[in-house]
């Protein structure tokens, strides 16, 4: 989990050679993967560790969304390097 932030720290760190409006977008997205992070690991330790089943389908749930900003992420960034 920790190497994910610093994956994204870097990122952010990246973002400063693209334009005004890129670079926010950028820094949305990381926001947006950062606490999909924090969701997603908060109720895979409540599934694994306490056995809660809610827990579990919110941890797949935060996983999803993890997909899509990922992707937007990739869309976005292949843009600006253009």
């Keep these: 989990m920790q190497v ?5 720290k870097n990122i952010l760190y990246l973002c400063t050679s693209f334009n005004q409006k890129t670079k926010k977008i950028m820094q949305n997205l990381s926001n947006q993967i950062k606490t999909q992070l924090e969701v997603f690991k908060e109720n895979f330790e409540a599934h694994v560790e306490k056995g809660n ?8 749930k935060a ?14 960034s292949v843009e600006a390097s253009k």
């Design 4 to 8: 994910l932030f610093a994956f994204f």
């Design 53 to 60: 089943k809610a827990a579990g389908a919110r941890a797949r």
């Design 63 to 76: 996983t999803m969304e993890l997909t899509k900003l990922f992707k937007e992420f990739r869309k976005k």
